[in-house]
């Protein structure tokens, strides 16, 4: 009998085109999705060099992270954003690039247009000018992040030069107490591994909680591995991942829908592969979470308190507590749920689905947003809109005050004239809570879509379970 | 691409652990359509306050780490996105190598592809060179000897380091990548072959 193989085994194997003499591999890339901010320099780069796209029908492109998510029929009004979503525009058109414009239904963030397309399909190795892109591992995909010298290498080759990293395995036991999210447990894994927890590893995210999550709470967990230092994180494609692609516009149809089926199933991890390194957390410990700092390991339940740098014995950590602090504006050892918040954003590519805006409707519901705070809800893409609306949740959002906008990665990172200004505090469903990330001096707090919602009611962080 | 094998200058201690590529380079200059230019924007918000005045407690707005080429930085160096303008606002400033404790991973990669040559030691060591990069007017950087040398009290010091040889050699010879693997053409090509016999359906189904 062969070796037991993990999932990240199997795809790396079946990728190789060949080996080099210094032993880097090059690997074979399924699938590439392209934006505005990190292809332009890459297609410069082809231009000059006289090199073609190889496979322009594996390419995707479309804008996300400059656009507007309001009066989009005025276009972009920033000329510096404008310039580089038209040159996306040109640069797809110029190579035979299929690109989704503004005034696309489907376009959206690139994270959440793949999997809507069916672009994203399991034992796909997936690449984008995007550290995000491990969401795309949540159909059993290898999909990571890379450097734009690395989109270029892709255009031109349709391959990479990669080193093979190390197997995790990240194993969540038993059930979740009732209300606790993908987003939950995602934060919970980053405060117990840490930022660079996972630096030089695949992980593998596995137990009963994780086949439990519906395809959009799995993207939720795989998207916050590059949170936790992972470049790619993956889950091994069952029936939950197979009826989500059923009927997708790029997914096999008829016959070759059983065949790739059978397929996709094969490729989960046998039963004994080897892991370097295994986690275990049982899933009923895990409560609503929060993060009171600014990095993503910065967490705590949201029963906790902000931490104090005196009981922390570490020099290094201590002075980063004490700066996170000062950022945040908060002092050591407050209930977290008295921190008042004046901002909410709920989206991005962690957070933008249609499940995230359901359970944020249920939550806004005959309820009204706390006066004095402006919440935002900025779906994902444009199908997630129609959807949203299709389903009334729009009246929803607008009828308890939210502000309900178009789709793009908006607040999460503040490229487009969504920001939070100077020591402005913002209840986020995003995935980086780094100084400036939502706009210079804004202070970000992580949380699930419920959480971001409960907050809009009371105006302070506090646990959705008990409005 | 850029080459490295060695260097001679001063160094800047960056005392904070988990530098993000938000901090390197903001999002606000991340608009552009080119590599270039990206130097005068490196740590900007840590650097300028919002009035845009320097803030002279920085280490990098300090006269003695005018011309430094070397950054000594905490652990976890570079984490965050995927932002190749990270490596190219470093590089245009004018460093060419960063010594940490450890680095994120994309980041890592990138510095590969631009000319930055990123040293890994142990914490103590990076603490130690922090302290006293203010004392030491040069380290000299051998990628070749792989190896850090220089001056104190008098004394010749010399640190080793470990890097992955595949890109030791993509740094000494600036090899230009895509050319080594379109060399290879030939495999890819096979290689598409085989798969579109295994898994036809990844073929020939593209958006309209």
Same mark, same amino acid.
């Given at each position: 009998?062969?070796?037991?193989?993990?999932?990240?085994?199997?795809?790396?194997?079946?990728?190789?085109?060949?080996?080099?003499?210094?032993?880097?591999?090059?690997?074979?890339?399924?699938?590439?999705?392209?934006?505005?901010?990190?292809?332009?320099?890459?297609?410069?780069?082809?231009?000059?060099?006289?090199?073609?796209?190889?496979?322009?029908?594996?390419?995707?492109?479309?804008?996300?992270?400059?656009?507007?998510?309001?009066?989009?029929?005025?276009?972009?009004?920033?000329?510096?954003?404008?310039?580089?979503?038209?040159?996306?525009?040109?640069?797809?058109?110029?190579?035979?690039?299929?690109?989704?414009?503004?005034?696309?239904?489907?376009?959206?963030?690139?994270?959440?247009?793949?999997?809507?397309?069916?672009?994203?399909?399991?034992?796909?190795?997936?690449?984008?000018?995007?550290?995000?892109?491990?969401?795309?591992?949540?159909?059993?995909?290898?999909?990571?992040?890379?450097?734009?010298?690395?989109?270029?290498?892709?255009?031109?080759?349709?391959?990479?030069?990669?080193?093979?990293?190390?197997?995790?395995?990240?194993?969540?036991?038993?059930?979740?107490?009732?209300?606790?999210?993908?987003?939950?447990?995602?934060?919970?894994?980053?405060?117990?591994?840490?930022?660079?927890?996972?630096?030089?590893?695949?992980?593998?995210?596995?137990?009963?909680?994780?086949?439990?999550?519906?395809?959009?709470?799995?993207?939720?967990?795989?998207?916050?591995?590059?949170?936790?230092?992972?470049?790619?994180?993956?889950?091994?494609?069952?029936?939950?991942?197979?009826?989500?692609?059923?009927?997708?516009?790029?997914?096999?149809?008829?016959?070759?829908?059983?065949?790739?089926?059978?397929?996709?199933?094969?490729?989960?991890?046998?039963?004994?592969?080897?892991?370097?390194?295994?986690?275990?957390?049982?899933?009923?410990?895990?409560?609503?979470?929060?993060?009171?700092?600014?990095?993503?390991?910065?967490?705590?339940?949201?029963?906790?308190?902000?931490?104090?740098?005196?009981?922390?014995?570490?020099?290094?950590?201590?002075?980063?507590?004490?700066?996170?602090?000062?950022?945040?504006?908060?002092?050591?050892?407050?209930?977290?749920?008295?921190?008042?918040?004046?901002?909410?954003?709920?989206?991005?590519?962690?957070?933008?689905?249609?499940?995230?805006?359901?359970?944020?409707?249920?939550?806004?519901?005959?309820?009204?947003?706390?006066?004095?705070?402006?919440?935002?809800?900025?779906?994902?893409?444009?199908?997630?809109?129609?959807?949203?609306?299709?389903?009334?949740?729009?009246?929803?959002?607008?009828?308890?005050?939210?502000?309900?906008?178009?789709?793009?990665?908006?607040?999460?990172?503040?490229?487009?004239?969504?920001?939070?200004?100077?020591?402005?505090?913002?209840?986020?469903?995003?995935?980086?809570?780094?100084?400036?990330?939502?706009?210079?001096?804004?202070?970000?707090?992580?949380?699930?879509?419920?959480?971001?919602?409960?907050?809009?009611?009371?105006?302070?962080?506090?646990?959705?379970?008990?409005? | 691409?850029?080459?490295?094998?060695?260097?001679?200058?001063?160094?800047?201690?960056?005392?904070?652990?988990?530098?993000?590529?938000?901090?390197?380079?903001?999002?606000?200059?991340?608009?552009?359509?080119?590599?270039?230019?990206?130097?005068?924007?490196?740590?900007?918000?840590?650097?300028?306050?919002?009035?845009?005045?320097?803030?002279?407690?920085?280490?990098?707005?300090?006269?003695?780490?005018?011309?430094?080429?070397?950054?000594?930085?905490?652990?976890?160096?570079?984490?965050?996105?995927?932002?190749?303008?990270?490596?190219?606002?470093?590089?245009?400033?004018?460093?060419?190598? @960063?010594?940490?404790?450890?680095?994120?991973?994309? *980041?890592?990669? &990138?510095?590969? #592809?631009?000319? /930055?040559?990123?040293? +890994?030691?142990?914490?103590?060591?990076?603490?130690?060179?922090?302290?006293?990069?203010?004392?030491?007017?040069?380290?000299? @950087?051998?990628?070749?000897?792989?190896?850090?040398? *220089?001056?104190? &009290?008098?004394? #010749?010091?010399? /640190?080793?380091?470990? +890097?992955?040889?595949?890109?030791?050699?993509?740094?000494?010879?600036?090899?230009?990548?895509?050319?080594?693997?379109?060399?290879?053409?030939?495999?890819?090509?096979?290689?598409?072959?085989?798969?579109?016999?295994?898994?036809?359906?990844?073929?020939?189904?593209?958006?309209?």
């Amino acid at each position: 009998m062969s070796t037991p193989k993990t999932i990240y085994d199997k795809i790396w194997e079946s990728h190789i085109v060949d080996t080099n003499d210094d032993g880097t591999t090059i690997l074979y890339i399924d699938r590439h999705l392209v934006h505005e901010v990190t292809s332009p320099q890459a297609f410069e780069g082809l231009r000059l060099s006289g090199r073609k796209v190889r496979r322009p029908e594996f390419t995707l492109a479309t804008a996300d992270h400059n656009v507007p998510t309001a009066d989009r029929d005025k276009g972009i009004a920033d000329p510096d954003s404008k310039l580089q979503v038209e040159t996306l525009e040109m640069n797809a058109k110029e190579n035979n690039i299929t690109y989704l414009p503004m005034t696309d239904k489907r376009q959206g963030i690139v994270h959440i247009v793949g999997p809507e397309q069916g672009f994203t399909q399991p034992g796909m190795t997936i690449v984008c000018g995007d550290s995000h892109t491990s969401t795309h591992g949540a159909f059993g995909a290898l999909a990571w992040g890379i450097g734009t010298s690395e989109v270029e290498h892709t255009l031109a080759t349709q391959t990479l030069v990669q080193t093979k990293a190390k197997n995790m395995c990240i194993k969540i036991t038993g059930k979740v107490i009732e209300g606790v999210t993908a987003k939950d447990i995602v934060l919970a894994i980053i405060r117990k591994i840490g930022t660079a927890g996972g630096t030089g590893y695949v992980i593998e995210y596995t137990g009963e909680a994780i086949r439990n999550l519906s395809m959009e709470g799995r993207m939720t967990v795989c998207n916050m591995s590059i949170e936790a230092g992972a470049r790619a994180g993956l889950i091994s494609p069952d029936e939950t991942t197979c009826e989500y692609l059923r009927g997708r516009p790029l997914a096999p149809k008829g016959e070759v829908f059983e065949d790739a089926v059978n397929y996709w199933k094969s490729l989960a991890s046998d039963e004994g592969a080897h892991y370097d390194s295994v986690v275990e957390i049982r899933a009923d410990e895990i409560i609503p979470q929060i993060t009171w700092g600014t990095s993503p390991e910065d967490v705590v339940s949201i029963d906790g308190f902000v931490p104090d740098p005196e009981n922390e014995k570490n020099t290094d950590k201590k002075k980063s507590i004490e700066r996170a602090l000062d950022y945040m504006g908060l002092e050591p050892n407050m209930p977290v749920n008295e921190i008042k918040i004046d901002k909410v954003f709920i989206g991005s590519c962690t957070n933008g689905r249609i499940e995230d805006l359901r359970a944020v409707s249920q939550i806004a519901k005959g309820r009204k947003v706390e006066k004095g705070v402006h919440a935002m809800i900025v779906p994902g893409s444009g199908l997630v809109k129609e959807q949203a609306e299709k389903e009334g949740l729009d009246k929803i959002f607008i009828e308890a005050g939210f502000d309900w906008r178009d789709p793009g990665c908006s607040m999460c990172l503040a490229m487009n004239a969504d920001k939070l200004q100077p020591q402005e505090r913002c209840a986020s469903t995003s995935n980086r809570n780094f100084e400036g990330r939502q706009g210079r001096g804004g202070r970000t707090h992580l949380m699930s879509p419920q959480m971001a919602a409960a907050a809009a009611i009371r105006g302070k962080l506090t646990d959705f379970r008990d409005l | 691409m850029e080459k490295f094998n060695k260097l001679s200058g001063h160094a800047i201690p960056l005392r904070i652990t988990n530098v993000d590529t938000d901090m390197i380079i903001p999002k606000q200059f991340l608009k552009t359509i080119k590599r270039t230019g990206l130097g005068e924007f490196l740590f900007y918000e840590l650097r300028y306050d919002q009035d845009g005045n320097k803030i002279s407690s920085f280490a990098l707005n300090q006269e003695q780490y005018k011309d430094a080429s070397i950054l000594i930085a905490g652990k976890n160096f570079g984490c965050g996105s995927s932002r190749e303008h990270a490596p190219w606002s470093i590089a245009d400033y004018g460093i060419k190598c @960063i010594i940490a404790p450890s680095y994120a991973d994309i *980041f890592y990669n &990138n510095c590969f #592809k631009n000319g /930055i040559l990123p040293i +890994i030691l142990d914490e103590a060591t990076v603490s130690r060179l922090q302290d006293s990069s203010d004392s030491i007017l040069n380290f000299n @950087i051998d990628l070749e000897k792989q190896n850090i040398t *220089f001056l104190e &009290n008098n004394e #010749k010091k010399e /640190i080793s380091f470990e +890097i992955d040889p595949a890109k030791k050699k993509c740094l000494l010879e600036g090899l230009d990548d895509i050319g080594l693997t379109l060399n290879k053409v030939a495999s890819i090509g096979h290689f598409e072959e085989g798969q579109e016999n295994e898994i036809p359906w990844l073929y020939g189904n593209k958006l309209k």
